[in-house]
């Protein structure tokens, strides 16, 4: 039987979504080809991108104007392409220190020009959300990670710019998770693993009339421009990455697309928090009004008990529990695939431990 998959990433997919995948690996449309043996101009592959941009576009409600990009590199190489595309030559980029990923951005920033902190909550390591700051006027973009997903916090409340300045945000662990208004970024990236299917593409939405105002030279496979003009088909893409995060996009489609989803991940998280607090053996580690809905954050309040716990779990199929060297204790990751049925799994192996006590 399938594991109750509570891995941070790459992460659960549906399972419908495994079996295409496969099926197109062995013959893909019925070409007596495999899906990864055909040319990514063949009008096969070219139909998959279309869908995959078409989906995102249909399931975000994009507005007009901006445009969808299917890239390689991983969200890692976002940080640095964030401030290529947007940092103007004599700029700064403003920046909300919220984990280790925000961290990383921040430091590919610093690399290439003058960038400000605005906010951190690194002195009580990142268990919350920096609020009353404000973003300074002058800044070209102000850059935020939407959920940390290391630390399982996340912004309820998107920051707020002034007009001459972009909004750009790193959504690797929570795009298509909920509805958010695209019309108030001029860029979002996420990283496909977490939440829309396997590693190896990452997905980039920026406004177009964002880009092209830098003054810098930007090399081109780090120039947004030339992927958008190309249909993110400027060199070889990622041909089954983007095949499958198409799967995961149609299969979010057919359940009822982002509203639907999102009251299920909330009845998900509500689920385990509701146990985390109840239970006098677990505490949360995030700041309860900053709680993710993606990746729950938790740990034991007797350490002893650990190895019992350990046990339940494992033996009731849960897998990828452990939380990340950096928090310790456990980090439930509840991506869009996870079953509400897998959180039940979860908290019958708590409230058993409790029983055991
Ligand atoms: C995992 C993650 C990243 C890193 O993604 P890669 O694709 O491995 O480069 C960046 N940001 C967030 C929020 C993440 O969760």
Not at 62 to 89: D, H, I, R
Request: proline content about 3%; charged content about 20%; hydrophobic content about 40%.
């Amino acid at each position: 039987m399938k594991k109750h998959n509570f891995s941070a990433g790459p992460c659960v997919l549906p399972q419908e979504v495994l079996e295409q995948a496969s099926q197109a690996v062995l013959n893909f449309n019925n070409l007596d080809l495999s899906l990864i043996e055909i040319s990514h101009r063949s009008k096969d592959f070219i139909a998959v991108m279309d869908k995959a941009q078409a989906l995102v576009k249909e399931l975000l409600d994009l507005p007009e104007g901006y445009s969808v990009m299917f890239l390689q590199g991983g969200a890692s190489t976002q940080f640095l392409m964030t401030a290529m595309n947007l940092l103007k030559k004599d700029g700064k980029g403003a920046y909300i220190s919220t984990g280790s990923w925000s961290k990383k951005a921040i430091t590919e920033g610093k690399n290439l020009g003058s960038i400000d902190v605005i906010a951190s909550s690194e002195d009580k390591n990142f268990n919350y959300i920096p609020k009353g700051y404000t973003c300074p006027e002058d800044a070209d973009y102000l850059h935020f990670t939407s959920n940390n997903t290391i630390f399982g916090t996340q912004f309820h409340e998107f920051p707020e710019v002034s007009e001459g300045t972009v909004l750009a945000s790193d959504m690797s662990s929570d795009i298509f998770s909920r509805k958010i208004d695209v019309s108030k970024f001029g860029l979002i990236y996420a990283g496909a693993q977490k939440n829309m299917g396997p590693a190896g593409t990452t997905l980039v939405i920026v406004k177009d009339e964002i880009l092209n105002k830098t003054g810098r030279d930007i090399p081109t496979m780090l120039d947004y421009t030339t992927h958008i003009s190309k249909e993110s088909m400027f060199n070889t893409p990622p041909v089954f990455a983007v095949y499958v995060s198409m799967l995961t996009l149609e299969w979010l489609k057919k359940n009822g697309g982002v509203e639907a989803i999102e009251k299920v991940n909330t009845a998900k998280a509500e689920l385990l928090y509701a146990e985390i607090d109840r239970n006098p053996l677990f505490k949360g580690v995030a700041a309860v009004e900053d709680r993710s809905k993606m990746n729950v954050t938790f740990v034991l309040t007797d350490d002893s008990k650990q190895e019992a716990f350990d046990k339940l779990w494992n033996d009731a199929g849960v897998s990828g529990l452990k939380g990340h060297r950096s928090v310790g204790g456990y980090r439930a990751s509840i991506y869009n695939a996870l079953p509400l049925e897998s959180i039940q799994v979860l908290v019958n192996t708590m409230q058993e431990l409790e029983k055991l006590s």
